[in-house]
């Protein structure tokens, strides 16, 4: 079985542009998260998917993001126009739905490193 | 709100040796637990999670943490490391009671084993 996928492993873009990251969730996850990590530090949450509607997006830095998920299978995440703090390295992550009281084990995906310079 | 402290952000060890990588955190309600561990140019991978019962929990590869409530940590320990264990390691909370809470992490703690 296929693991969560990530694409562009990595992009490099100037201050200004923009980059639309891309998130292949586990086949039959209907949870997906969005996390970031700015370099050195934690791994900061940015939002939930539950099929195609956003649970969370409280982690969202500013609205130069924007995050969909269209018919509930991969997500995209826009950064329009990109600044030099949105460096870093973000995942993507997926996992089952066994109910909201049961554990459900998040996978993550090898990462998008996004330089701004 | 929910915060994890991971104090080093580096700690080097011998092959061999044995291992212990410090996670506190802050939560005001009951919390779920996580290691997770990554590799260069890999994903993370969870090494082990605590959700209720046995304070003690044991991973993939040797690893073992302790929950403590009293303190609130939750402290990796492995009795020998090997040169394949060097990788970052990221201790993470979430909020209990329910499965779709989002992951809180520290800042990392890189495992540097050496021959």
């Known amino acids: 079985e296929a693991g969560v996928t990530q694409f562009p492993s990595h992009s490099v873009i100037e201050k200004g542009q923009t980059v639309t990251l891309r998130c292949d969730p586990i086949s039959g996850h209907d949870n997906l998260y969005w996390y970031r990590r700015v370099m050195g530090k934690e791994i900061k949450f940015l939002l939930h998917?539950?099929?195609?509607?956003?649970?969370?997006e409280s982690g969202m830095p500013n609205n130069r993001f924007l995050a969909e998920r269209t018919g509930g299978t991969y997500s995209t995440l826009k950064v329009q126009p990109a600044e030099l703090e949105d460096s870093g390295v973000y995942f993507c992550?997926?996992?089952?739905?066994?109910?909201?009281?049961?554990?459900?084990?998040?996978?993550f995906g090898p990462g998008t490193r996004l330089t701004v310079l | 709100a929910q915060s994890v402290t991971q104090l080093d952000s580096q700690v080097p060890v011998f092959e061999e040796a044995p291992v212990e990588l410090r996670c506190n955190y802050s939560s005001s309600v009951s919390v779920y637990l996580f290691w997770y561990v990554q590799y260069p140019n890999q994903g993370l991978q969870l090494l082990l999670k605590?959700?209720?019962?046995?304070?003690l929990v044991k991973g993939i590869n040797g690893f073992e943490a302790e929950f403590n409530k009293s303190q609130t940590s939750f402290h990796l320990r492995k009795p020998s490391v090997h040169i394949s264990d060097t990788a970052e390691y990221f201790c993470?909370?979430?909020?209990?009671?329910?499965?779709?809470?989002?992951?809180?992490f520290g800042t990392g703690t890189r495992l540097l084993v050496s021959p």
């Open positions: 992550a997926s996992s089952q739905d066994r109910g909201l009281w049961s554990y459900n084990e998040q996978f």
């Open positions: 993470a909370v979430s909020e209990g009671n329910t499965g779709f809470q989002k992951l809180v």
């Open positions: 605590y959700l209720s019962g046995s304070t």
């Open positions: 998917f539950v099929k195609e509607s956003k649970q969370d």
